[in-house]
Every structure is written in C-alpha cells, then in structure tokens.
T-cell receptor, first 113, second 111 residues
C-alpha cells in the first residue's frame, strides 16, 4: 500500500529564518506531487506541483520554493520566512498521469513569529 | 466568480440526522469531483469521488453530481458525532490534474 510521510508536524520559526519541509511517498513510483497551503479558516491553495524529478511548477508567486531531488521526495523551502507564511502545509500525491484521486499527508503546522 | 463555491456553514445537527453538504461549480468541463473530510489539525482524507453525473453510495455517505445545474452534494445518513469535521468539495482538473477546493463546510454532530 502507499503511504505519505510529511515532517516536521509542527514548527515555530522567527521572521527571516529559513524553512525546509519534507515529504516522501512510499509504495509507488513516478507520482505527481503537490504542496498545498491552508490558511486559518480558508480553503486549500495549490503552491507547487511536480510531475517528475527536477520538474517543478509554481502556481502562486511568493518567497517559497520547491524541489524534487528524488522520485518520491518533495521539499518545500524558504530562505527568509514572512509572517504571512504561517499556515498549514500539506503534501499530496497522485498516481502518474492516469490517477484520478489525490491523497494527502498529515500536514505541517508552521507559525512564523 | 470562484470555480467552486461551497456553503461555509458552520452546520450543527443532532445525532442521527441526515446531513446535506453542497457545492456549485462554474466550468461545465469538470468531470471528476471529490469529497474530503478534514478533522481539526489533520490532513484531508478522501471520502468519495464521482465521475460526471449521478449518484455514488458508500455506506452512510452518498455523493451526487447534477451536471445540468452544476451542483454537487454529499449526504450523510444517520450522522454520528465522529462525523464532526470540515468537509471539502473539490474537482480534479487543470494542467497538472490538481485539485481545486471549495472553502469547506464545518459540521458538528451533537450527541
């Protein structure tokens, strides 16, 4: 079976500090990978998606970046966090091109202070 | 106009009630629709997905798509306190086949 792991689960970071959130998927190969953000009381916003190693597409311009160094690894980063980066970050995956459902990890709560 | 509009709630019902959660969408080309359940501080969990028009039933849950009115619904029969969560409707589409979500409806089932 497939599982998705995301860490850290919770973090509190000062403004201007760097960020690295990591996500790995097990039990599948060549998945489509996604990073979503959910601000308090709001819906989910797609940030980045990747259809393969090194292939990253950004949906929303911001001070965040994403990388996919390995087939089943997806990393969300920032060099300098802003207060507005606070939120719930969710990694998700889908079976390659044919998959019709998307599965989410448990999420990472980020508070920028 | 948002692509997916969802009744924001919050919605509070007594245990055993039938719950109806609703969304409307704007693009008639949408075909795959999903319902996710999200407990507080957890990732969304896929409940059901449907393709095009019609009903799909899974236990106490029924998902319904009406393409003529661009309306999608989730019905929960015999609601339980454990059903208390935020329910998100979504469609699958776009260049990367990503999900576009409604804003979610917060449901509380009172014992």
């Amino acid at each position: 079976s497939q599982t998705i792991h995301q860490w850290p689960a919770t973090l509190v970071q000062p403004v201007g500090s760097p960020l690295s959130l990591e996500c790995t998927v097990e039990g599948t190969s060549n998945p489509n990978l996604y990073w979503y953000r959910q601000a308090a009381g709001r819906g989910l916003q797609l940030l980045f998606y990747s259809v393969g190693i090194g292939q990253i597409s950004s949906e929303v311009p911001q001070n965040l970046s994403a990388s996919r160094p390995q087939d089943r690894q997806f990393i969300l980063s920032s060099k300098k966090l802003l207060l507005s980066d606070s939120g719930f970050y969710l990694c998700a995956w889908r079976w390659g091109a044919a998959g019709n459902t998307i599965y989410f990890g448990e999420g990472s709560w980020l508070t920028v202070v | 106009q948002k692509e997916v509009e969802q009744d924001p709630g919050p919605l509070s019902v007594p245990e055993g009630a039938i719950v109806s959660l609703n969304c409307t969408y704007s693009n008639s080309a949408f075909q795959y629709f999903m319902w996710y359940r999200q407990y507080s501080r957890k990732g969304p969990e896929l409940l059901m997905y449907t393709y095009s028009s019609g009903n799909k039933e899974d236990g106490r849950f029924t998902a319904q798509v009406d393409k003529s009115s661009k309306y999608i619904s989730l019905f929960i029969r015999d609601s339980q306190p454990s059903d208390s969560a935020t329910y998100l409707c979504a469609y699958l589409g776009g260049s990367a086949r990503q999900l576009t979500f409604g804003s979610g409806t917060q449901l509380t089932v009172l014992p």
